[in-house]
């Protein structure tokens, strides 16, 4: 972790996204900022859902982080954020990365952290940049489920499956110490990202892929379904789909990856 990360612990708020894009919209952001809530009452997820989390069930956090890069120049990002949480995962966990995929642990593109096809956590980045010369503000959300998946999942619509940490260890980090090999790991990780971008993990990303080989549908909000078979991403972090003898590159947005049954 760097020494001018400013760490933030409060009770309650509405969102801790939220309370960073606030900052970064009125330029009040100097140094990045990890801002974590024991309870969020509007926690967001992608494409304007809401994250549904209970206190000490799951665990709840932001960073707003500056980049030199121009937001175009950020693909791959929440690729990224994805192995940075594996890491701290498994360095919490003192598990192996090896360890963790043995046990069901993968990425689905773009932002969600499974377990055996569980949904173990998620990703949220918002921000961006107010001016050329000034740099890229992201603000990274995370949610991880700690303990009681199906308490959570039984306050879920669409069938959706929860996975969580509890499950994966018998041993559970203490949520502090959890946060804190998050917040290094993602530091860490992003400050390499602005150097080199995400090509220098696209084959790392692979190796924790889902949906690789498998059949699947890219569908969207006002938008007709994609299919084909996931290859992996490309050295931007667009999810590649095999369309009989053509290549298909799929950026993110607001767009639903799933398994075309």
């Known amino acids: 972790m760097t020494a001018n990360c400013i760490l933030e612990r409060i009770t309650e708020t509405k969102s801790t996204n939220d309370d960073l894009l606030a900052r970064w919209r009125s330029d009040d952001l100097i140094n990045p ?10 926690g967001k997820g992608r494409a304007g ?9 799951s665990l709840c956090f ?4 500056p980049f030199k890069r121009a937001p175009a120049e950020l693909g791959g990002l929440s690729l990224l954020a994805g192995l940075a949480v594996i890491t701290g995962i498994a360095q919490a966990c003192n598990l192996s990365e090896t360890e963790l995929q043995q046990v069901g642990l993968s990425l689905k593109w773009p ?9 173990l956590g998620g990703i949220l980045i918002e921000g961006g940049q107010a001016k050329p010369d ?3 503000w992201m603000i990274i959300g995370i949610g991880i489920n700690l303990r009681n998946a199906q308490a959570i999942e039984s306050n879920l619509t669409g069938g959706l499956k929860v996975g969580s940490l509890a499950q994966l260890t018998d041993s559970l980090p203490d949520i502090e110490y ?5 917040i290094a790991a993602l530091e860490n990780s992003l400050s390499e990202f602005d150097v080199h971008g995400f090509e220098l993990y696209q084959e790392r990303w692979m190796k924790w892929d889902a949906y690789q080989g498998q059949s699947v549908c890219i569908s969207g909000i006002g938008k007709d379904p994609i299919y084909g078979i996931a290859i992996g991403v490309n050295e931007k972090g667009a999810l590649l789909l095999q369309q ?3 290549t298909v590159a799929i950026h993110a947005g607001d767009v639903s990856l799933r398994i075309q049954s």
């Open 178 to 182: 959890l946060w804190l090999k998050l």
């Open 62 to 65: 932001s960073l707003a982080f």
């Open 111 to 119: 932002n969600d952290l499974l377990l055996n096809n569980a949904k």
């Open 33 to 42: 900022v990890a801002r974590i809530a024991r309870k969020q009452t509007a």
């Open 49 to 57: 859902r809401s994250w549904l989390a209970t206190p000490e069930d």
């Open 134 to 136: 000034e740099p890229t």
């Open 244 to 246: 009989g003898s053509k």
